[in-house]
């Protein structure tokens, strides 16, 4: 049965898309920690990031570096954060997460509530800044 992410980047499921090819998949969270907190997802579904192949995972961090340097242009923050929790959902992901202080990336803080328009602005903004 396929994930939620994988669902995603079929298209099954609606999202905030910043950029895709034909491996990896990026997309704005929906319970975001900030403004321009994305996940980046290789295609192939694999539980656990270390049990992907070198080159998925090789092209993958490659992929999340161009999102986050779009990111940083698109959104007010000292760097852009790269976590990886992955045991909410069983499919390797990365988080990118603008931030100007440690606190940025506490998970355990509230998430934002944003209008579609809202996500669908920063999502634009990402996209416009995204070099492949």
Do not use: W
Not at 70 to 93: F, N, Y
Not at 112 to 128: G, N, P, S
């Amino acid at each position: 049965m396929a994930t939620i992410f994988s669902k995603i980047a079929s298209g099954e499921i609606p999202s905030y898309k910043v950029a895709e090819d034909a491996y990896y998949y990026a997309f704005l969270d929906i319970n975001p920690l900030c403004e321009g907190h994305t996940l980046v997802i290789p295609k192939v579904e694999v539980d656990y990031i270390f049990d992907l192949d070198e080159n998925t995972l090789s092209g993958l961090t490659l992929f999340a570096q161009k999102i986050a340097k779009a990111i940083k242009k698109s959104v007010d923050c000292k760097r852009v954060a790269m976590v990886v929790l992955g045991l909410e959902v069983p499919h390797a992901h990365i988080h990118l997460i603008p931030l100007n202080s440690e606190t940025d990336v506490d998970f355990k803080r509230p998430k934002l509530k944003l209008t579609t328009e809202q996500f669908l602005d920063i999502a634009d903004r990402i996209k416009q800044n995204f070099e492949e």
